[in-house]
């Protein structure tokens, strides 16, 4: 239902006028901008839903302790969107917003389609008719359709509340100077500390999957907070070194005014890893704790934030990307306070 009902919304978006009333009205994103969106956007119409369909088998997947096989997925996924990208590069003339639709949505399907194959025998081992039978025969609740959505509803808004502020931001850097510039570093420095991040990105599902009481509480806090301070050291390593600044423009082959900008993105991202990992422990553990609105009300927040320091920084003319990067960093760590708050409050609650 859900991977029915985003992808609606999505052809929706895309196929009708309302997408000008998003990118023009709401957004007010440059002209080029918006029409180089569009086709990418009409691309990747599959989307949510192999990710939707990939996540729930993954799910499945961690619960069993088979986490080797996602990561396999994951490999599959960069495999597939390098060498889509390449090819195509190589071999065609398409706009780089239409290529790099193409290539990501090549790389969700393959990886969508690599999890159903290596989980058709844990689903049938764990989901089979005789497992059903045992469950009913012993009695076990059913998971209703009115349970599962009010467990699930909060996780889904939060995630796409969350969402909502990379729109913000690229909308914040438009309305500065030279956004084309402006853009185009962010796209290279935030992606390059998001590929940092993204190791933290797993952790709630590992707490969720492992928290068996209070006793693993401390070696899961522990695992995340090396996970991100890791992640935070290489981030500035690479900043402080300037590798960052030759990865830009020898791997990535930018120009030079992109790799100025684009090292500025990526040393103010450098305590991300750091700040995501805690995130990712409260979240796990809220979850664990079906404390899932907790989880939508610290998003809702860090939005507001995130709106607030950018209107801020446009009606003062900042530097775009210091703009854009100061406003993710605060509504970071104001999420994180929430989350804590939210932790301690139910933690407490649940003692009580």
Known sequence: MLMFWVTFAHAVMTMTPLYGFVTDTLLRAAKPVADAARPALFIMLPWS????????????LIRNGLTRLVGLGTGVRVTALALTALLLFKFTDLPGATLAGIALI??????SAFIHIVSRPTVREQFGPEVEALEVAAGAPPLTLRRLCGFHFP??????????QIPLVVAALDRLSSPILALAAWQVGA???WILRSFCFALPEAVIALFRGDA???????????????GSGIVFALALTGLDRLYFARVLGTT?????????????????PFL?????????????HHFTVSRLTAVIVSTAVIVAALTLGVLMKGEGVVV???????ATVVELIVLVTAWRHGRAGAMA
Request: glycine share 8%; proline share 2%; net charge positive.
């Open 324 to 330: 854009g990067s100061i406003a993710v960093i605060l």
């Open 216 to 230: 693993m509480a401390r070696p899961l806090r522990r695992f995340c907070i090396t996970v991100g301070f890791v």
């Open 155 to 164: 996780l889904s808004l939060s995630t796409m509340v969350m969402l909502c």
């Open 256 to 272: 030079e005014p992109v790799v100025k900008l684009a090292h500025i993105v990526f040393l103010f991202g450098g305590a991300l």
């Open 49 to 60: 839903a192999a990710i939707g369909w990939r996540r729930f088998l993954q799910g499945i």
């Open 276 to 288: 995501t990992a805690w995130q990712a422990y409260l979240r796990g553990m809220l979850t664990a």
């Open 191 to 193: 992606s390059s500390v």
């Open 106 to 111: 090549a790389s969700v399907v393959a990886e």
